[in-house]
């Protein structure tokens, strides 16, 4: 769930200070995804909510994306955000969200050492008649649970860090802003099933042991081949 919204608004007519209003969106999200041998694909539903004073409507939109392994730990995305676009309409003015088209590249926990990890991105972003936006970042991981981040939004500086443990991982973001105040990001998540960690790990335990020969069972099969 997300909501964006500023109150205090002064509302006048003829000169006359008639009290306060206020603006809001908000965003309900339903996401889904399925990875397969060397891709994934994925879906978000979304609920968009737009509020002004006593006016409020709702629209109903779609992300889609697909995500690319090209390699141990390389990864490239492409998503079409409001791939089917929301359309809200406060009073007489009805008004549709724009597509928007992001590209990226992503390296996704390089060791370092046996206790420390590297990741990170760089994505692009635009939509018609805007210039393309760029966004990096990295993260420091140690002992697959402490996290150290930084990287740039749009031009302004962010750093952040994280607590992770098998079921729950706390993170706090900062970004600085010129245009408003600045923004901090609190998130508490619960997981369900196998962490990523536990799931890399045994995909590389299996893939070490398939390209593990056994000597033994050539010779068993050298014997049934005699």
């Not at 997300?2 to 000169?15: F, P, V």
């Not at 206020?22 to 539903?45: C, I, K």
């Not at 002992?143 to 930084?150: E, M, Q, V």
């Not at 069972?217 to 049934?224: G, T, W």
């Amino acid at each position: 769930y997300l909501r964006l919204g500023t109150g205090g608004i002064m509302r006048r007519a003829d000169y006359q200070d008639l009290g306060e209003f206020e603006y809001a969106e908000s965003e309900l999200l339903f996401a889904y995804g399925q990875r397969f041998d060397w891709f994934a694909t994925g879906v978000t539903l979304k609920v968009l909510n737009q509020a002004i004073d006593n006016l409020s409507d709702y629209g109903f939109g779609m992300d889609a994306g697909l995500l690319f392994r090209l390699g141990s730990g390389v990864q490239a995305s492409a998503v079409v955000r409001d791939a089917v676009a929301a359309q809200v309409k406060l009073s007489t003015v009805s008004q549709r969200v724009p597509q928007t088209y992001v590209g990226g590249l992503g390296l996704q926990r390089m060791r370092i050492t046996d206790q420390t990890s590297v990741s990170a991105s760089v994505t692009a972003e635009g939509s018609s008649g805007r210039a393309a936006l760029f966004h990096a970042g990295g993260e420091l991981l140690f002992y697959d649970s402490y996290a150290l981040r930084g990287g740039f939004d749009r031009n302004n500086l962010t750093v952040g860090a994280g607590l992770r443990t098998r079921r729950i991982a706390i993170d706090y973001a900062f970004k600085l802003q010129t245009d408003v105040d600045d923004q901090h990001t609190f998130s508490l998540s619960f997981l369900i099933g196998p962490s990523v960690a536990d799931q890399l790990k045994r995909r590389e335990a299996l893939r070490n042991a398939a390209t593990q020969v056994d000597p033994r069972a050539l010779y068993l099969n050298a014997l049934k081949d005699t």
